[in-house]
């Protein structure tokens, strides 16, 4: 769902269970998508990305679904761990100003796990 | 392999203050970027450089904010005067591509104005 202020979209599981993190993009003209984790005090760290070419990518146990018809990115994550806890952004990588491409980051979700 | 630094990790001023961040990017990456992430939200892009050269700023809200790569190696983001609404968390990217692509994000600045 949208995020207002300061109250981001919040997904709760057990550990163990497997995670689905949702994300809406804005543009048709994005030719890459990017998932980040943060978390709490640190930068966002790259966890998966995939090109508009393409539905699907799995890493370890993470898989990126994109669906361009709809213009949605989901992240699953398997056997979700306490270390999983975080805020995981999808990021659009879209031509504007002079540059090749820049990031637009989404509201992000806050992933708690739950031992 | 060193990753992105910045300093100072945090910093709290008083509104109409000034105030300067820097960031040094990883050895050999040619651009780099500024974002400004407010609490709750996703980070936003203030400016790209490319060596020493400004290749995007059209984010930067340029009647308050100032950056540069004088060297084409760290860069200092600069603030005067500063305003409530400037409280966020000020990141540093830097990637050995131009595209926009693999990115690898520091620490950040964590900015708290009175």
């Known amino acids: 769902g949208e995020s207002v202020g300061l109250h981001l979209p919040t997904l709760s599981v057990q550990e163990g269970d497997n995670s689905i993190i949702n994300c809406a993009y804005s543009?048709?003209?994005?030719?890459?998508f990017i998932w980040y984790k943060q978390e709490s005090g640190k930068g966002p760290q790259f966890i998966i990305d995939?090109?508009?070419?393409?539905d699907k990518r799995q890493g370890q146990r993470v898989t990126v679904l994109l669906n361009k018809t709809v213009k949605h990115l989901s992240l699953q994550i398997a056997a979700t761990q306490p270390g999983d806890s975080a805020v995981y952004f999808c990021?659009?990588?879209?031509?504007?100003?002079?540059?090749?491409?820049?990031?637009?980051f989404g509201k992000g979700t806050k992933l708690s796990v739950k031992p | 392999e060193a990753g992105v630094a910045q300093s100072p990790r945090y910093k709290i001023i008083e509104k109409r203050q000034s105030v300067a961040f820097w960031c040094n990017p990883i050895s050999g990456h040619a651009t780099l970027y500024w974002y400004q992430q407010i609490l709750g939200q996703g980070p936003k892009l203030l400016i790209q450089f490319q060596n020493n050269g400004v290749v995007d700023d059209s984010q930067l809200p340029k009647d308050r904010f100032s950056a540069e790569r004088l060297k084409g190696v760290d860069s200092t983001l600069k603030i005067q005067p500063a305003k409530l609404e400037d409280s966020a968390v000020y990141l540093c990217?830097?990637?050995?591509?131009?595209?926009?692509?693999?990115?690898?994000f520091g620490p950040g600045t964590r900015l708290l104005v009175l």
């Open positions: 995939i090109r508009s070419n393409m």
């Open positions: 990217a830097s990637s050995p591509v131009t595209s926009g692509e693999t990115q690898y």
């Open positions: 543009n048709s003209a994005s030719d890459y």
């Open positions: 990021a659009e990588l879209y031509p504007y100003g002079g540059s090749q491409g820049n990031l637009i």
